[in-house]
């Protein structure tokens, strides 16, 4: 098992930035990829970022490409999104994810765990 905590959410204005923090603890050993996801009410979760857990490999959603920055901390078992330039269609609910896989995958049954969310609200 692999438990998954997001923090960092909150409500922020349009234009401006949050970090999201993923810490990760459980049989950590085999998850090669993390990856963040979204949520928006009555929308189906859609893939966001993913970054392998050496960090050689990280893939972006096209929505969030040049904005978004995903990033990770080994020693502390944790994984970052460091989110610029909101805009209020960024709101949903964030989750991360982990994956016992290599490679590029932004389909949701490629993740095993998922954590239990963080609110981001972005205000026009």
């Known amino acids: 098992q692999v438990q998954l905590v997001e923090s960092g959410g909150g409500?922020?204005?349009?234009?401006?930035?949050?970090?999201?923090?993923?810490?990760?603890?459980?049989?950590?050993?085999?998850?090669?990829?993390?990856?963040?996801?979204?949520?928006?009410p009555?929308?189906?979760?859609?893939?966001?970022?993913?970054?392998?857990?050496?960090?050689?490999i990280t893939h972006y959603a096209a929505s969030v490409r040049g904005r978004f920055t995903v990033s990770k901390d080994n020693a502390k078992n944790?994984?970052?999104?460091?989110?610029?330039?909101?805009?209020p269609e960024d709101t949903a609910v964030y989750y991360c994810a982990s994956g016992n896989f290599v490679g590029i995958a932004d389909g949701r049954s490629a993740y095993d765990y998922w954590?239990?969310?963080t609110q981001v609200t972005v205000s026009s």
């Open 115 to 117: 954590g239990q969310g």
């Open 78 to 87: 944790t994984v970052y999104l460091q989110m610029n330039s909101l805009k």
């Open 42 to 56: 009555g929308k189906e979760r859609e893939f966001v970022a993913l970054i392998s857990w050496s960090g050689g």
């Open 11 to 40: 409500l922020v204005q349009a234009g401006g930035s949050l970090r999201l923090s993923c810490a990760a603890s459980g049989r950590t050993f085999n998850t090669y990829t993390m990856g963040w996801f979204r949520q928006q």
